[in-house]
């Protein structure tokens, strides 16, 4: 059984910079992909941004592109998310989703919630205007 756990969040002001982080609670284990999705208070989750292992292969979604930028380590089954010039709008709860199983044709909807199979309890993220 897999459990991520997701850490690092908290209350920054607008303009601020913060890093969450997702590791595994007890061992390591493999995945093609790695993501960060975020849900709002009354609104629908979201991808936020994701990593393929293979090619080391990054997306993002358009809101973040050019302020956030994932990254990990597969050894130690981690991912991180950089989140800088933070926006009042980027406040919501952010997940980290693992998937754990090869896709035939090693094609990944890497946006879809529905591609992951593990999922971490979330970590809050407030940013105040």
């Known amino acids: 059984q897999v459990q991520l756990v997701e850490s690092g969040g908290g209350l920054v002001q607008a303009g601020d910079s913060l890093r969450v982080s997702c590791a595994p609670s007890?061992?390591?284990?493999?995945?093609?992909?790695m993501g960060w999705f975020r849900q709002a208070p009354g609104k629908e989750r979201e991808f936020v941004a994701a990593?393929?292992?293979?090619?080391?292969?990054?997306d993002y979604a358009d809101s973040v592109k050019g302020r956030f930028t994932i990254s990990g380590d597969n050894a130690k089954s981690t991912v991180y998310l950089q989140m800088n010039s933070l926006k009042h709008e980027d406040t919501a709860v952010y997940y980290c989703?693992?998937?754990?199983?090869?896709?035939?044709?090693?094609?990944?909807?890497?946006?879809?919630?529905?591609?992951?199979?593990?999922w971490g309890q979330g970590t809050q993220v407030t940013v105040s205007s």
């Open positions: 989703a693992a998937r754990t199983t090869c896709s035939s044709g090693g094609y990944y909807q890497k946006e879809s919630i529905t591609e992951y199979n593990y």
């Open positions: 990593l393929s292992w293979s090619g080391a292969d990054t």
């Open positions: 007890g061992r390591t284990f493999s995945s093609y992909v």
